[in-house]
């Protein structure tokens, strides 16, 4: 039929996602869920949410011609492309507001990790931006804390902390209306390889002494001396510190070993 054809080039060529790609990633995502998942939009959009990585990671590699698009802009496209979505578009500025501050509710788990002296923690920065923090993300759907950690750190390091996690050891913090729980995974080898296993999450992932992440300066809590940005560091470093004082083993340290990319 003429009609699409013309539509899907002209998708192309403007780098937006066809409507046959929009279709398929729909049926994939949002149409074949249970039924509950549907009986919310804070669950459609997390099913849009999904729908969105893959796109990025998936589709766009298969085809450089398509462009990389925000969640807004996808979700917008998706809406307009699928059936059981297209009768709320009119409201989906407020959907998409709703779920962006329910988005920031959802609990928070993942993993401190320490290498064999204690002296140096695990960070990773993201993709696009330019802060650091230790590996985390936010909890599925009936899933517990440590399960959440070690996914999170298995998706975002290539390393499995299940054998070494312990479900009491950890610092639990509030920002705002979120909770975050980090497990302290000590005793990590310096010379593990690390690599996500997620496309275009994790730009770097790094060993940090954790006396350079210290504050700069008493006005300063979000940079550490090296300059870093430690945004989702800085408020576990007390806790944290208390914690291998109590902890440390007898071993001796290593000060002056270069950081392992």
């Known amino acids: 039929m003429p009609g699409p054809h013309r539509s899907s080039t002209s998708s192309f060529k403007n780098g937006l996602p066809p409507q046959e790609l929009l279709h398929d990633l729909c049926s994939r995502f949002v149409l074949n869920v249970p039924k509950e998942d549907l009986q919310s939009f804070e669950r459609i959009l997390f099913l849009v949410e999904y729908a969105h990585w893959f796109y990025e990671d998936n589709s766009m590699e298969n085809n450089p011609s398509l462009k990389s698009l925000t969640l807004k802009e996808f979700t ?35 993993a401190i990790i320490l290498d064999e002296t204690y002296d140096r923690c695990l960070l990773v920065k993201g993709w696009k931006g330019t802060s650091w923090s230790f590996p985390r993300g ?30 009491e050891e950890y610092i639990k913090m509030i920002f705002g209306q979120q909770r975050a729980r980090l497990y302290i995974v000590a005793g990590v080898k310096d010379d593990t390889a690390f690599a996500p296993l997620t496309k275009k999450e994790i730009s770097e992932i790094a060993w940090q002494r954790l006396d350079d992440l210290q ?11 090296t300059g870093l940005k430690l945004y989702m560091v800085a408020p576990f470093l007390v806790s944290l510190k208390a914690w291998i004082s109590a902890h440390r083993p007898l071993v001796a340290s290593k000060p002056d070993m270069p950081s392992r990319r």
């Open 138 to 167: 936010k909890k599925n759907k009936d899933e517990e804390d440590h399960e959440c950690a070690i996914r999170e750190v298995l998706e975002e390091t290539g390393f499995d902390v299940s054998k070494l996690l312990d479900k």
């Open 215 to 225: 504050p700069a300066s008493d006005d300063v809590i979000s940079c550490g001396m």
């Open 76 to 110: 917008s496209l998706m809406f307009n492309s699928c059936d059981v979505l297209r009768p709320y578009v009119t409201h989906l500025d407020d959907i998409f507001k709703d779920f962006t501050a329910y988005k920031v509710q959802v609990p928070v788990s993942g």
